[in-house]
């Protein structure tokens, strides 16, 4: 019996990390003596990776409030040693991620030897193109938690409480082992267009200019926005890594379909011409609409009780996501199908009407 399981729910539950830790530990060393060792060495492998913020992590879990609202105004990301977050970039942004990554890891080593570099990421592009989860990705890969605050949610309508929830997140994240991330950090300049008052609101983004600037020389910020038009000349200036992320093109498109669906059997993915041809459809879309539309697929496979995802079903998502219910109509659907090499057989079954008025459909078009 292994007690130790329900030492470390308990103390999950109560957010006391070194007991989770110290409980591990054990039931480690249990099934090490019971002959288990192969789920001992998975354990004390993913408690050894997080062993630099164990220590530190409850200090994380304080999280700093609105003081009007009370609400947190930071959310903190654990990474977890199996977190396997599936992300698709072009090769030039994937390196530059990867030497971002390569300086946070070799960061104590650099300070050692008196190099000092700082590290911080400005990440702008389209929505749903992948910024958020980059910052997530880049917090699994290092091991350090991710501190979220999402400025959209900070911009209070009292601008005056703004620059202090703004400081109390530096604060809160400065000499810690984590990452802090500035997600929606355009709202702040956003703010210009509403009722505030102009020099409150420069004050407020010079003292955001402050905290970074003091805050980034021995920590790590990564920012995010899908505005970059709106920020100052002042702030770019203070991000020594830049990336903006763009729209993904055809041979990206296709490992993402192969991402989103690799947990099910597909007739398209070992299929080039539906591949391709789903790759062509799926241009001009985010990743986030791809995933949206691929789930959405998926879960009508399931519905239906059928076991492989057919091309078909990925087409009627995406012409439904293209076109909003008012234009949409079976005949377009039918004919939509048609021309992107849907045998008639198919959509009769799929549409649940007879062959013949599939062909009426089609004739009527034409
Ligand atoms: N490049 C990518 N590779 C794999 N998945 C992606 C990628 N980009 C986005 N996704 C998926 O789309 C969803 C939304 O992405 P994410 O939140 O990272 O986008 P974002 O750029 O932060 O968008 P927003 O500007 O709306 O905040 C995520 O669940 C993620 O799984
Ligand atoms: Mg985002």
């Known amino acids: 019996m292994y007690t130790e399981i329900l030492r470390i729910v308990e103390s999950g539950l109560l957010k006391d990390t070194k007991k989770v830790y110290n409980y591990a530990k054990l039931l480690a060393d249990k099934l090490d003596k ?114 979220i605050a999402r400025f959209d ?22 000499n810690k082992p984590c990452i802090l991330f500035l997600d929606e950090f355009d709202a702040i300049a956003k703010a210009r ?51 903006g992320i763009g729209l993904p093109r055809e041979d990206e498109i296709v490992k993402l379909i192969k991402t989103f669906t690799n947990d099910f059997d597909t007739d398209f993915n070992t299929d080039d011409k539906k591949l391709d041809k789903l790759a062509k459809l ?21 519905i239906n009780d059928r076991n492989t995802l057919q091309y078909e079903d990925v087409l009627i998502e995406l012409f439904e996501f293209n076109n909003h219910s008012i234009n949409l109509t079976i005949e377009k659907l039918v004919e939509y199908l048609n021309e992107n090499g849907v045998a008639q057989s198919v959509i009769a079954e799929r549409m649940n009407v007879s062959l013949r008025q599939i062909r009426n459909y089609l004739n009527k078009q034409s």
């Open 34 to 147: 019971d002959g288990n060792d192969r789920m001992s060495k998975m354990i004390l492998k993913v408690i050894d990776s997080k062993k630099a913020t164990t220590v530190t992590m409850d200090e994380l879990l304080t999280t700093p409030v609105d003081q009007e609202s009370r609400l947190s105004i930071v959310d903190v990301n654990i990474p977890y040693a199996n977190d396997d977050i599936p992300i698709v970039l072009p090769k030039l942004i994937d390196n530059k991620i990867a030497d971002f990554i390569n300086v946070v890891k070799h960061q104590s080593q650099l300070a050692q030897k008196g190099v000092e570099m700082p590290n911080s990421l400005l990440l702008y592009g389209n929505p749903g193109c992948g910024k958020t989860t980059i910052a997530k990705y880049i917090s699994e890969q290092t091991g350090l938690p991710l501190v």
């Open 153 to 174: 949610a900070i911009v209070s309508s009292l601008l005056g409480n703004t620059a202090k929830n703004i400081r109390k997140i530096f604060d809160f994240a400065d």
């Open 193 to 243: 267009d509403d009722q505030y008052e102009l020099g409150e609101l420069k004050r407020v983004i010079n003292s955001l200019l402050q905290n970074i600037d003091s805050f980034a020389k021995q920590n790590i910020l990564i920012a995010a926005t899908n505005h970059p038009e709106l920020l100052d000349k002042a702030i770019w200036r203070r991000f020594n890594t830049v990336i």
């Open 282 to 302: 799926f241009v001009e879309k985010s990743p986030s609409d791809i995933k949206t539309i691929i789930n959405n697929a998926k879960a009508r496979t399931i």
